[in-house]
T-cell receptor, first 111, second 113 residues
């Protein structure tokens, strides 16, 4: 059974700080990784995807992937109260169509 | 910006009744999906659909579930005889290709009484 593990949180950070969200996965063959943001009662909204080892930056967001350690993270710089949400890590199941989601980490940015 | 749409936003039904959840994927996307999320739990894959047929389904997607693309724009999920445990948010998603990212619709909250 392929698993995606996330700390459920809540992770509390002050406004303007860097929020670091982490995710580990069990399938060494996984190739594609996604971060979604989900506000309470809403649908997952894609923030970033990463396929290669290393860092990928998009605005205030940086995704980091380390396939050797089976670890993917999301950094949010200059955190804002509007970033308060649950962040879902998902991996694209190799050779299939489905995404496997973690339970999500709840982030609270304190004003 | 194109988006996935879903109707209704909330559906209340009695146990044993049939429900149909509707989705309009992004117009040039070729792959369509249904996921569900029981309150407080993780998002779970149900089924994927490509080229007018199911390409993959999960253990959850049993004989009570079916999907259809009745025309060039709609994609539906039917639950034939709803159970209490079917109460969840149901999300439709679509992607341009198999290797492309999936975009989710706003969801339908299904409540089975």
């Amino acid at each position: 059974q392929k698993e995606v593990e996330q700390n459920s949180g809540p992770l509390s950070v002050p406004e303007g700080a860097i929020a670091s969200l982490n995710c580990t996965y069990s399938d060494r063959g996984s190739q594609s990784f996604f971060w979604y943001r989900q506000y309470s009662g809403k649908s997952p909204e894609l923030i970033m995807f990463i396929y290669s080892n290393g860092d990928k930056e998009d605005g205030r967001f940086t995704a980091q992937l380390n396939k050797a350690s089976q670890y993917v993270s999301l950094l949010i710089r200059d955190s804002q109260p509007s970033d308060s949400a649950t962040y879902l890590c998902a991996l694209g199941d190799s050779g299939t169509y489905k995404y496997i989601f973690g339970t999500g980490t709840r982030l609270k940015v304190l004003a | 910006e194109p988006e996935v749409t879903q109707t209704p936003s909330h559906q209340v039904t009695q146990m044993g009744q049939e429900v149909i959840l509707r989705c309009v994927p992004i117009s040039n996307h070729l792959y369509f999906y249904w996921y569900r999320q029981i309150l407080g739990q993780k998002v779970e894959f149900l089924v994927s659909f490509y080229n007018n047929e199911i390409s993959e389904k999960s253990e959850i997607f049993d004989d009570q579930f079916s999907v259809e693309r009745p025309d060039g724009s709609n994609f539906t999920l039917k639950i034939r005889s709803t159970k209490l445990e079917d109460s969840a948010m149901y999300f439709c998603a679509s992607s341009l290709g198999l290797a492309n990212e999936q975009f989710f619709g706003p969801g339908t909250r299904l409540t089975v009484l």
